[in-house]
């Protein structure tokens, strides 16, 4: 399973408030196959096999386009573990058990 953290930046907007259109590219996300995601408050992290990531990465970038940006900058940090299964709540587990 891959782990994808993902920051999308609309550039040229009207305002430098962005939460218009992160909650647009939450909705986007809401109907993407095949992936959880979890918003945090500097990205969003979405899991699922690598194929179905890819295409929300895609539809996330495309998103501040539709809504009127003229320039988008996107970051992705990819996390794509092929011995074993893992998650963002399996990586967390792992190292809270470190820490007892």
């Known amino acids: ?9 609309p ?5 430098t408030s962005l939460s218009a259109y992160v909650a647009d590219m939450q909705k986007v996300l809401a ?6 995601y979890e918003l945090t408050s500097m990205s969003t992290i979405i899991e699922g096999q690598l194929e179905d990531v890819w295409k929300a990465i895609a539809a996330l970038h495309e998103a501040p386009f539709l809504s ?5 900058s996107t970051s ?3 996390d794509d573990r092929r011995d074993k299964a893992s998650s963002s709540s399996q990586k967390l587990q792992s190292v809270r058990a470190k820490l007892q």
């Not at 399973?1 to 930046?9: G, P």
């Not at 109907?31 to 959880?36: K, T």
């Open 68 to 72: 009127g940006a003229q320039r988008v």
């Open 31 to 36: 109907n993407q196959p095949g992936i959880s």
């Open 76 to 78: 992705v940090k990819m």
């Open 11 to 15: 550039i040229g907007t009207a305002t």
């Open 1 to 9: 399973m891959a782990i994808a953290e993902v920051t999308v930046i």
